[in-house]
T-cell receptor, first 107, second 114 residues
Framework: RKEVEQDPGPFNVPEGATVAFNCTYS??????FFWYRQDCRKEPKLLMS???SGNEDGRFTAQLNRASQYISLLIRDSKLSDSATYLC????????FGTGTSLTVIP | NAGVMQNPRHLVRRRGQEARLRCSPM?????VYWYRQLPEEGLKFMVY????????ESGMPKERFSAEFPKEGPSILRIQQVVRGDSAAYFC????????????FGDGTRLSIL
């Protein structure tokens, strides 16, 4: 079983839509959780850390469910510039990356 | 504002040559990670190093690939006798300590094998 699993998509949504990604992890002892964004073969960039109580940054909301071992990312009011691949990352003994979920926001 | 520095940005090698990829972590970071991304695929973990120690190399191919992070100087990912299948983007990331802090990535090295 993979350490981290994500739905690869692609997700194609119209501008202004709300879209949610989930990511499951296998190690219940995992300690830290992050969402990264990767554009067009560039380097991954940290989007946000995910805290147990859930956290919000503008249009982005991240949540952690330890009991079910998944994290989620919600994007409200999608913009064209949100088009990217979103990577779920789980930290334990090392960092484990999901394969990424592709999002395309359509005009 | 020195982030993670990787060089070269692009590297072209012929089959059979050696490729050396360098990574200088962010100031204050002592943990370095190397990843490979093949065309149209996700990031694949290769190796995790601290100064002078390889912590986890479970993602490294058993042959031709090696990595080091010496006491002084950058981390080096070395690929000997390169083959066409080694063509990929190689990303380095660093973090200040173990995995409770996020990683920060360099711009990557695009390796092309002729």
């Amino acid at each position: 079983r993979k350490e981290v699993e994500q739905d690869p998509g692609p997700f194609n949504v119209p501008e202004g839509a709300t879209v949610a990604f989930n990511c499951t992890y296998s190690n219940s002892a995992s300690q830290s959780f992050f969402w990264y964004r990767q554009d067009c073969r560039k380097e991954p960039k940290l989007l946000m850390s995910v805290y147990s109580s859930g956290n919000e940054d503008g249009r982005f909301t991240a949540q952690l469910n330890r009991a079910s071992q998944y994290i989620s990312l919600l994007i409200r009011d999608s913009k064209l510039s949100d088009s990217a691949t979103y990577l779920c990352v789980v930290g334990g003994n090392q960092f484990y990356f999901g394969t990424g979920t592709s999002l395309t926001v359509i005009p | 504002n020195a982030g993670v520095m990787q060089n070269p940005r692009h590297l072209v090698r012929r089959r059979g040559q050696e490729a050396r990829l360098r990574c200088s972590p962010m100031k204050g970071h002592s943990h370095v990670y190397w990843y490979r991304q093949l065309p149209e695929e996700g990031l694949k973990f290769m190796v995790y190093l601290q100064k002078e120690n390889i912590i986890d190399e479970s993602g490294m191919p058993k042959e031709r690939f090696s990595a080091e992070f010496p006491k002084e100087g950058p981390s080096i990912l070395r690929i000997q006798q390169v083959v066409r299948g080694d063509s990929a983007a190689y990303f380095c990331a660093s973090s200040p300590r173990d995995s409770d802090q996020p990683q920060h990535f360099g711009d990557g090295t695009r390796l092309s094998i002729l």
